[in-house]
């Protein structure tokens, strides 16, 4: 199984694109969070993706970046369906509340050419915190991340040798879901910032941490690899600076991926 990144920035980044990512399982593919437009389309593209290789998404939450690139998904699922006869379906699974947002968004500013899809071949499914998802090539549990600013959730995924993957979303691992995060093989953390950056971004009213705050998390919750995402624009020097922060509180391996990188989980 891999993940590639499409992109690994914050809400306002400039040189990056939002933080969402694509999970493949051999033929088996799922788009976790799709960012703030059709970016996301022309990342796929580069791939050599198209809509039609990817059956269903995982949107954590409702923020702008990272629910608006989730229309234009569904826009190309759709244009599959109306113009080239597609007859495969596409599904949306989020909680019931960025459901709601999903749907009328898209309602409001898709045709009828496309929404004629939805309930047939463009299908939203509702997670609740525990449920378990046996999709093809994934094996997912979600969980409610206890976000104060807005209903969002993770998941677990168990990898095909029973190795865990915890992915908290664009906030960190909380006391209620550290279950899911304890002993995994990689654990997955947005990271804002700098520790020594913290009085010019701010992360901790915004709900996030720094990458110091995120490699002690991880060497507490004795993960075997910290993946760190969900950065504020930093220049070239960010995979090093933020590597090294890290280091100094995690005896694991740190990863700092950029916008279309892999990784091999």
């Known amino acids: 199984m891999k993940v590639t990144f499409l992109g690994t920035g914050c809400a306002m980044v400039l040189k990056r694109f939002n933080t969402c990512f694509l999970l493949e399982e051999g033929e088996n593919k799922l788009l976790v969070d799709a960012g703030g437009g059709n970016e996301v389309l ?6 050599g993706v198209s809509i039609t290789e990817i059956p269903a998404m995982y949107v954590t939450h409702s923020h702008t970046d990272h ?3 989730t229309p234009w998904v569904i826009r190309a699922a759709a244009t599959e369906m109306a113009e080239n006869g597609y007859q ?12 709601a947002h999903v749907r009328t968004i898209c309602e409001m500013i898709l045709g009828k050419k496309m929404t004629k899809y939805f309930d047939k071949q463009i299908l939203f499914r509702e997670v609740e915190d525990g449920d378990h ?5 994934f094996d997912l549990t979600c969980f409610d991340i206890g976000s104060k600013k807005m ?3 993770g998941f677990l995924l168990t990898l095909p040798n029973g190795e865990k993957v915890c992915f908290p979303g664009d906030e960190p691992v909380k006391e209620s879901s550290e279950q899911y995060a304890q002993g995994a093989k990689w654990l997955f ?17 915004r ?7 995120a490699a002690q998390l991880a060497e507490r919750l004795n993960a075997e690899n910290l993946v760190i995402y969900h950065t504020v624009d930093y220049g070239p020097e960010r995979r090093e600076r933020m590597t090294n922060e890290a280091k100094t509180a995690y005896q694991g391996n740190v990863y700092v991926p950029e916008d279309m990188e ?4």
């Open 189 to 205: 953390s947005e990271a804002y910032c700098l520790y020594e950056d913290r009085d010019e971004y701010q992360p901790y009213q």
């Open 88 to 99: 495969g379906t596409f599904t949306i699974y989020a909680c019931k509340e960025t459901l």
């Open 151 to 153: 209903k969002q959730f």
């Open 67 to 69: 629910i608006l690139g």
């Open 133 to 137: 998802l046996e999709l093809p090539g």
């Open 262 to 265: 892999s990784l091999s989980l």
């Open 207 to 213: 709900s996030h941490v720094t990458s110091l705050d």
């Open 42 to 47: 022309v990342r796929l593209d580069r791939l």
